[in-house]
């Protein structure tokens, strides 16, 4: 197809598309004239993946980048690629070293051994945690920890029992990885917009008015 | 205190606290001279609610202008008052109306009414969560909604009850209320960050690296 479809078919514009191939991560189309490029459904896949690390994910062009390298570059196991992906996608909290930062790294450490996971201290997910439970620290939340964590945590035990389940049907290499990278993105925002909605199930109940209806 | 010793306890910078004042999220301190104002404890905790919402938010000043301007109005049930933050919490998705969207909005519908949730249709969290549906469905994920979407709705579940619970600890409305907005948003990241743990652990598990360790 020429590129005026792949942008009709993605909702992608054209000089959009350009910048996306002079930036590197997508690739060209086969030239059919010194003027006229084409493109096929690899390029639809690729647009509509980028569109959804971008938006959805929140990623900059560069870290889009490294994550589409890692997906192509067999060398590098589906652990370690799904590790660079996450580097990207882990939530940025600003990161200050004070008492209460010491505390919650001590909850974290605690919470890994606990449940028996199977991760790095320095994981950059368990630093975002620690960050986290101490931003909750400062609040006057300090019994967020006590009280709430370990429910937090049994509920992400049961997504990443059900991720990987989702993922583990594919058995290509690189259809796995975009799979993991996928469901990380957008399984975010489907957990966060659902955890809303039990929430205002919950309040409602609970605060006596019934939303909408 | 004065306006350094405020800077010091909170981390916020002394142009950056008078910007607060400014823009009317933070009150003024009480003048003790002309050019002189004085902080108390309840300084120290709204800068904290404000770098909280603006820092792991992600809100606008504008935003956390409107969610504490709801928490201090009395005449706002506390219903209500959540319900604004939601709407600047919401996670923001392109609305793109296309088929995967009508299929993605009629799933949301289906899965509030098997689940009895008392949400309307139109709640912000029910619109971000059709519009991740529909990504995923435009990348070639229309299988998550049917395999995935069970298990991340009990996963929501579970954490909806101990945010209620933890939230139904405070009876002073302004105390409930700040700590329903902080648990959301704080929450979030909290939340975030667990999935990726458990996930790092199933992935290792499975795909046979030992992170770390």
Known sequence: MRVGELSRRTGVSVPTIKYYVREGILPAGQLTSPNQAS?????????????????VGGLSVAAVREVLDAIGDPSRSVHKVLGAAHDHIAPGLGDVADAARDVAER??????????????????????LAAALAALRRVG???????????????????????????????A????????????????????????????DASSRTYGERAGS
Not at 148 to 164: F, H, M, N, Q, R
């Open 107 to 128: 909850q974290v450490a605690e919470l890994i051994a606990a449940r028996g996971w199977h991760v790095d201290a320095g994981n950059p997910a368990a630093r975002s």
């Open 39 to 55: 493109y096929d459904e690899t390029h639809v896949r690729r647009l509509r993946l980028i569109r959804a690390l971008l938006d």
């Open 141 to 171: 939340h300090e019994e967020f920890a006590e009280l709430s964590l370990g429910a937090y945590a049994d509920a992400a035990e049961t997504i990443a029992a059900a991720d990987l389940a989702y993922v583990a049907r594919h058995t």
């Open 173 to 200: 290499r690189e259809e796995l990885v975009e799979s993991a990278v996928i469901g990380t993105v957008l399984g975010d925002a489907v957990l966060t917009s659902l955890r809303r909605l039990a929430q205002v």
